[in-house]
């Protein structure tokens, strides 16, 4: 058996490795950008179950070498797929030629595998769009619309993956749909810097400038203060892959990758408002186009991607119904928020607010 994985150099990426390096009685086959081909021949050098080519997703053939290339159509059985552009700032084209081209090349290969077993696809929780409501792991198309490229481009990617199912019902196609990563769960450690981080990391310059907030007992935020904020940390998500991954059987699976008990975005501000001792209400500031305006604004002021704004305001449930495939597989049921939530602000705490100190309710220190 053998698996082409693609990715590795992501953050989640990065996290799947260290199982790959375990399964010494595998082989696998990591598809490597030039930059990065070196870079894993290094470190990887000591671990012959596993195998360096050069190519990449916008490649026809995805293998820079044809010998490759045909010798990976002869031996791999099945494919984790976790290559992605995710950058609210990149272009459209840059964003439609990774996630769609890229995916469709990766199909075009699988097309051609002659022993093709299974393929383990990493999509995300923005494909549900502007969906107001319920939208489950059996939902696709309900006719939504994406407010920022990277999910629309992300839902064009799972909707060939899926069209891939349909026409190869032999094969396991496991769509893993994922929420917002986030560090270790026991480290907090974390990779890139995106996401809720961008809020962290620019929460000591407001308080900086604002520093009547830190004397409040409440503070206003543009949110939708009941959405649920669908959380992973890296290491539980790896975790679910893992499990589909090892999973036996034939056809389309999909399940969420979200933790359990995952907080509101109210409720995640209010515990990480208590971690670092300014126990405040935060209460939820009225959305519309004027708020969007203004919030988009601000968020440009301190360089934060605009696109998050369309986050805070999300109306989706994401629900795990009954997976439409084989596997038995709840992605929820990996890890609960409670039971990470303090390594995570301890981490967060740690590298943008090292210096804290706090008195009651009012923050001191230099921030």
């Known amino acids: 058996m053998t698996t082409l994985v693609t990715g590795v150099s992501g953050f989640l990426g990065q996290e799947i490795l260290k199982t ?5 009685n595998e082989s696998f086959i990591l598809l490597l950008r030039e930059k990065s081909f070196h870079q894993f021949k290094s470190t990887l050098k000591d671990h012959s179950h596993i195998r360096l080519v050069k190519g990449h997703l916008q490649h026809p053939d995805l293998f820079v070498d044809t010998r490759e290339l045909e010798r990976a159509k002869n031996e791999v059985t099945k494919v984790i797929h976790l290559a992605a552009l995710y950058d609210l700032k990149a272009a459209k084209e840059r964003l439609y030629k990774t996630n769609v081209i890229g995916t469709q090349n990766i199909l075009f290969f699988c097309e051609e595998a002659k022993n093709l077993k299974q393929i383990v696809y990493a999509s995300t929780i923005a494909v549900a769009g502007n969906v107001e409501g319920p939208y489950s792991v059996n939902d696709y198309d309900l006719g939504q619309d994406h407010p920022n490229a990277y999910a629309r481009t992300k839902f064009e990617a799972e909707g060939l993956v899926r069209h891939f199912s349909q026409r190869h019902a032999d094969v396991k196609v496991d769509i893993i749909r994922l929420g917002v990563i986030v560090g270790h769960s026991q480290t907090g450690e974390f990779l890139k810097e995106d996401g809720p981080y ?4 620019n929460i000591g310059r407001v308080l900086n400038h604002v520093p009547v907030l830190t004397k409040l007992s409440f503070v206003p935020f543009p949110i939708n203060g009941d959405a649920v904020f669908p959380l992973v940390p890296v290491d539980c998500a790896a975790a679910i892959f893992w499990k ?3 999973q036996e059987g034939q056809g ?5 990758a979200i933790s359990k008990e995952a907080p509101t975005l109210k409720g995640f501000l209010e515990d990480f408002l208590s971690h670092i001792q300014m126990p405040m209400k935060v209460v939820p500031l009225p959305g519309g186009n004027l708020s969007q305006r203004f919030l ?3 968020l ?3 360089q934060v991607p605009e696109a998050l704004s369309d986050y805070l305001y999300l109306k989706t449930k994401f629900i795990e119904d009954e997976p439409t495939g084989s596997s038995k597989l709840r992605g929820g049921e990996i890890c609960s928020y409670p039971s990470y939530k303090e390594a995570f602000f301890a981490k967060v705490q740690r590298t943008y607010l090292p210096n804290i100190k706090s008195s009651g309710n009012q923050c001191e220190g230099r921030l």
């Open 300 to 302: 440009q002021a301190i």
């Open 252 to 256: 389309l699976n999909c399940c969420y």
């Open 20 to 24: 790959i390096i375990e399964r010494k």
């Open 198 to 201: 961008y809020f962290f990391k």
């Open 244 to 246: 589909n991954y090892d």
């Open 296 to 298: 988009k604004k601000g």
